[in-house]
């Protein structure tokens, strides 16, 4: 007999398609009030029906993160930032652990993604890094800002070379979905921004132990910022 076999989750084609177009917006990469690609082009890039599609976009509407508009300049708009700021409070109080555990696994995997990227980086991941990277500097709004750092971090993962820990290390930062602050502060920005311009160097130097001991300062900033979101619900 075996033993610990856990129970088989059940998923719904439009439960994929929800969970999907959620990440992306937790992720910040679709920001407060974007719009949506039309139907059409949204069901061919994600090869679903449209009948697909729009039951998850019911469900993603009645979620909250979405919002859908009728007439000529209708369309599917990610809802505005006060209402996913409601929904993050929201997932935060139901169990505020979460987040901290997204916290403990960054610490734990992205030292050794650095690790990793400093020996397999491509110019292309440095690329993508140097996008998020610049992407900071033109910020003019919190959402924009954390789709900057994160897309950097994702790019970060992904220099590692390993699937398994981009993809843990995307689920993580997803986790992290927090309020977005009212206002950017630009000293605070800028300290961030040179955290990371340092440590892309120290990748494209492939200096294995500055970019490491870099990764670890960023993140400890990071967890001061997640624990307080933590500590107030």
Same mark, same amino acid.
């Given at each position: 007999?075996?033993?610990?076999?856990?129970?088989?989750?059940?998923?719904?084609?439009?439960?994929?398609?929800?969970?999907?177009?959620?990440?992306?917006?937790?992720?910040?990469?679709?920001?407060?009030?974007?719009?949506?690609?039309?139907?059409?082009?949204?069901?061919?890039?994600?090869?679903?029906?449209?009948?697909?599609?729009?039951?998850?976009?019911?469900?993603?509407?009645?979620?909250?993160?979405?919002?859908?508009?009728?007439?000529?300049?209708?369309?599917?708009?990610?809802?505005?930032? #006060?209402?996913?700021?409601?929904?993050?409070?929201?997932?935060?109080?139901? +169990?505020?652990?979460?987040?901290?555990?997204?916290?403990?696994?960054? +610490?734990?995997?992205?030292?050794?993604?650095?690790?990793?990227?400093?020996?397999?980086?491509?110019?292309?991941?440095?690329?993508?890094?140097?996008?998020?990277?610049?992407?900071?500097?033109?910020?003019?709004?919190?959402?924009?800002?954390?789709?900057?750092?994160?897309?950097?971090?994702?790019?970060?993962?992904? =220099?590692?070379?390993?699937?398994?820990?981009?993809?843990?290390?995307?689920?993580?930062? #997803?986790?992290?979905?927090?309020?977005? +602050?009212?206002?950017?502060?630009?000293? =605070?920005?800028?300290?961030?921004?040179?955290?990371?311009?340092?440590?892309?160097? =120290?990748?494209?130097?492939?200096?294995?132990?500055?970019? #490491?001991?870099?990764?670890?300062?960023?993140?400890?900033?990071?967890?001061?910022?997640?624990?307080?979101? =933590?500590?107030?619900?």
């Amino acid at each position: 007999m075996l033993w610990g076999i856990r129970p088989v989750e059940q998923h719904s084609a439009y439960g994929l398609v929800v969970e999907r177009i959620k990440r992306r917006i937790q992720l910040s990469l679709l920001l407060p009030a974007e719009r949506l690609p039309a139907e059409r082009k949204l069901s061919i890039d994600m090869n679903i029906s449209r009948v697909t599609l729009r039951e998850a976009l019911r469900v993603l509407e009645t979620e909250g993160y979405v919002v859908v508009r009728r007439g000529t300049q209708g369309g599917t708009f990610v809802t505005d930032e #006060a209402q996913l700021n409601q929904i993050a409070r929201r997932i935060i109080g139901r +169990d505020p652990t979460v987040i901290l555990r997204a916290l403990e696994y960054r +610490d734990i995997n992205e030292v050794g993604a650095v690790r990793l990227a400093c020996v397999r980086r491509t110019p292309t991941d440095l690329k993508r890094m140097r996008i998020g990277l610049d992407a900071m500097v033109e910020a003019q709004s919190a959402a924009v800002l954390r789709q900057a750092e994160n897309t950097f971090h994702i790019a970060l993962a992904e =220099a590692s070379q390993n699937g398994f820990i981009a993809k843990g290390l995307e689920d993580a930062l #997803a986790a992290l979905f927090v309020p977005y +602050d009212e206002a950017i502060d630009r000293n =605070a920005l800028q300290t961030r921004f040179d955290a990371r311009l340092a440590l892309i160097n =120290a990748i494209t130097d492939r200096n294995v132990e500055d970019a #490491a001991r870099i990764c670890e300062s960023i993140l400890g900033a990071e967890r001061q910022l997640v624990r307080q979101y =933590a500590k107030a619900a």
